[in-house]
């Protein structure tokens, strides 16, 4: 009777050993996915998913602006500009007029898709600082706000000095 306990309880733990060895195993397969293994076949970005055109700084500003401008070129779901943009290109020492192309390889926030219609705006701030406009700041929107991904010619002209 002892003998039969003895191989049951080996067994127990045989096969105790094997499924947590499983378990590990598994466990490290979802970790190689996390660290930003593409999946194959995964969407490719084209010219057509992008918001093109051209910023032009006012006359008036030109010298306000600094020798060595900060270009942010801002785009978001929302005008307002306490939200998160989902796009924020910055171009150091920008000289204007500017042509630009946003894609969905701009994107910076996580988890964002370059999608649907989007409010376009310029800025610059030479301490390169998003969300509301401050003190020193100049900026100019796109009159037609929101464009459709997709669209060229949204040109916008720096003319708003804060």
Excluded: H, W
């Excluded at 030479?126 to 991904?149: H, I, K, L, Q, W």
Aim: one cysteine or more; hydrophobic letters at 40%; a positive charge.
């Amino acid at each position: 009777m002892q003998a039969r306990t003895r191989s049951y309880g080996n067994f127990s733990m045989v096969l105790l050993v094997a499924l947590l060895a499983a378990g590990l195993t598994a466990c490290g397969d979802n970790k190689k996915e996390d660290r930003g293994a593409a999946p194959a076949g995964g969407p490719t970005p084209t010219s057509e998913s992008a918001i093109s055109g051209t910023i032009n700084l006012d006359p008036g500003l030109k010298d306000k602006v600094g020798k060595e401008p900060l270009l942010m070129i801002m785009a978001s779901v929302s005008s307002e500009p306490t939200k998160p943009a989902l796009v924020v290109k910055r171009v150091a020492d920008a000289s204007f007029p500017y042509d630009y192309k946003l894609t969905a390889e701009d994107i910076t926030l996580v988890g964002s898709s370059f999608s649907g219609k989007m409010y376009v705006t310029a800025r610059v701030d030479a301490a390169g600082m998003v969300g509301p406009p401050r003190a020193g700041t100049f900026e100019g929107t796109y009159s037609g706000n929101p464009v459709p991904v997709g669209s060229t010619k949204v040109d916008i002209v720096i003319n708003k000095a804060y």
